[in-house]
Every structure is written in structure tokens, then in C-alpha cells.
């Protein structure tokens, strides 16, 4: 396969001096957390996806779960004092984002957005995270993230 691309995510992660491995996969079209689990041979609870979402003013915000579980919606939205939130269009995430879905990384986005993770991640000792790129993931200690971003943890998991 080839080299590891250099994204703002990974960018911001050496500037902070934040340990990392990097990993790529053959991207499949709509193939989510399960193929990258596959792919790499690890449990699909241990990849977090980046989803943008919005509140009923159309603020987007970040929420990270693990792979193997949805969210909540009408329960996030109550946690953040939302009246309610919805996944935003593709096109809209790729536009506050500055990633193509599928490649969206909570780390060095286009726009600075309110980030909120299922409280469980950072129960457990290395995350695989999108690298900001299709095929492109990076392995991490949760804990660290928080160094990096300002995260508001939530718990609005649906197994």
C-alpha cells in the first residue's frame, strides 16, 4: 500500500506531540467502521466514527462514537440543551469540516465545532480514529485527544 497521507490531522497531532500510528485500508463506498475493523483485525467498539451533526439552528457540532453503536439523537440533543439534532448532508459536513465523509477527522477541521464523544472511549486503551483521509486511520490513547480538543463527553449510545 502506499505512504500514510500528511492531513491536518496528523499535522496537529505531531505539533502536540501526541504518539500515533498510522494505518490505511482499502476504502469501501459506504462500508463504515466495520470494514475498516476488518481490515485492520481489530474490534469495531475500538473505531470511533466522526460524525458532524447540527442543532435545530443548523450549528454544526462533532459527536464520536464507537463503531458498533448509533446515537442517540433526541438523547444528545437533551444533554446539550438542544431543542434537536440530525446528521448533516454530506455535502454540508464536507463544508464545515474541510474532509470528504468518510474520511472525517475530529482533529484540524475547516471549522471550529463543539465536539462531544460517548463518555465509554475513553474507557478504552487505544482508539482507531479517522486520519483524515478514506482509508487512512490513526491508533491513539483517548485521553490523549482530550489534550488536543476541547471535548464535552456524553453518553448517548444505542447498541
Known sequence: MSKAPSTNA?????????????????????????????????????????????????????I???????????????????????PCKPEVANRHSGYLVGGTSPLGTKKVMPIHAEATIFQLPCIYLNGGSRGFLVALDPKDLERVLTIHRVSVAIP
Open 64 to 86: 464520536l462514537m464507537h463503531g458498533d453503536r448509533a446515537v442517540s439523537t433526541k438523547e444528545l440533543a437533551r444533554q446539550i440543551g438542544a431543542k434537536s439534532v440530525q
Open 10 to 62: 496528523t499535522r496537529l497531532l505531531k505539533q502536540a506531540g501526541i504518539p500515533f500510528t498510522e494505518y490505511l485500508y482499502r476504502y469501501e463506498e459506504h462500508g463504515g467502521t466495520a470494514v475498516c475493523a476488518r481490515e485492520l483485525g481489530v474490534d469495531e467498539h475500538a473505531v470511533i466514527k466522526t460524525l458532524v451533526m447540527e442543532d435545530e439552528r443548523a450549528a454544526p457540532l462533532i
